[in-house]
């Protein structure tokens, strides 16, 4: 039995593939350097382990766990993407302004995972190129894809920026189960890849190799390489502030 109605399973594997080497890599870009890139809040820090009884191995590593959901999330949209661009008659973009577009122009669409990704510039940014495509295209419909909306919709997008008011009638904000919908077809499209998510999952983490499964963040075997007295939490406030008064006494 496939897993979806409205893509091969070998298409849905390699999407699944795809996503997985994702966190492969945003794991393995884990580094000390890295996770100190941007400079570690040891204050939250100290207040994560005691607020929510965490070691300061857990809170490390629950450290790195948030990091990498940052910089995962763009994965998690291509995934989407990757899905709706093999749906017959559909194309995903290449750098071309677009995420997804009907092969013959009559659809465009820009995908977010959420719906509360953009601020109020780059939403404005994102009509006027929905726009441009309408215009280009008098026969298509473009549309804002929220995978994950407020609610189920279809609607035009008509919005105010500031004193600038937006309101073509081809450009169209839709939310994810629709557009899925619309893309297949079949109306319980999106919920059919969330059934059937687990078990290709399991399928594909069964079907690698054991050596396939390993990597992993150094940024705490890193940390913990240092050959000093202090703690965990006092090594990365050191390293991160010995220059600032009295910490490098640490």
Known sequence: MPYTDFTTDEHLTNCISNLYNSYLKAKNEISKKKFYSNKVDTFKLTFD????????EELV???IKRQIDKSINNAIGTFHEDILGRINGYEKGNLDGYD???SDN?????????HNTMNSSSSEALYQKLQRFAEKYPDSKCYWVQIWAKSSFCEQWQVSFGKRN????????????????LLSGQENALFQLYKTLPKAIEDFLNSLENDEKQNTSTALAEIQESETARSILEQITFD???YY??????
Do not use: C, M, R, T
């Open 166 to 181: 937006y309101n073509h009638p081809n450009v169209y904000k839709i939310s994810g189960d629709q557009f899925y919908a």
């Open 61 to 63: 590593e629950f450290e």
């Open 100 to 102: 997804i577009k009907a």
């Open 245 to 250: 008064l009295g910490f490098k006494d640490l």
């Open 106 to 114: 009559s659809l465009f669409a820009d995908i977010k995972n959420k």
């Open 49 to 56: 382990a005691k607020f929510n009884n965490l070691s300061e």
């Open 240 to 242: 991160n502030f010995s």
